[in-house]
């Protein structure tokens, strides 16, 4: 279970060994911002081949969860990393 709902997944599809959730196009959006921090929300979803609303609603969901923001240029938003990845790409790794 994760959080209050059930997470259930086709019988050819592996489960996730560290219990991670994400949706792929959020971890494809999160490599994204990796390359291009910054990156329009509509460029974005160029760049991912999905429209404009799909895109926005998985970067919602990121910033709900706290892994990324939009800012606001006139009519455009920017979609931010709030922790840039350290170097190699290694988050909460201990040797």
């Known amino acids: 279970m994760h959080g209050f709902r059930k997470v259930f997944y086709p019988a050819d599809t592996p489960i ?3 219990g991670d959730t994400r949706h792929a ?7 994204a911002l990796r390359e291009q921090s910054g990156i329009l ?3 974005l979803a160029l760049n991912l081949g999905v429209t404009r ?6 970067v919602r969901s990121l910033v709900r969860a706290n892994i990324v923001r939009l800012e606001r ?4 938003l920017r979609v931010f990393p709030i922790r840039p990845e350290p170097p190699g ?5 201990s040797h």
């Not at 609303?53 to 998985?58: C, I, K, N, R």
């Open 16 to 18: 996730p060994e560290n």
């Open 73 to 76: 240029t006139r009519m455009q």
């Open 53 to 58: 609303q799909v895109a926005l609603y998985h």
């Open 25 to 31: 196009l959020q971890i494809r959006i999160l490599k």
């Open 89 to 93: 790409g290694q988050r909460g790794v």
């Open 41 to 43: 929300v509509a460029d």
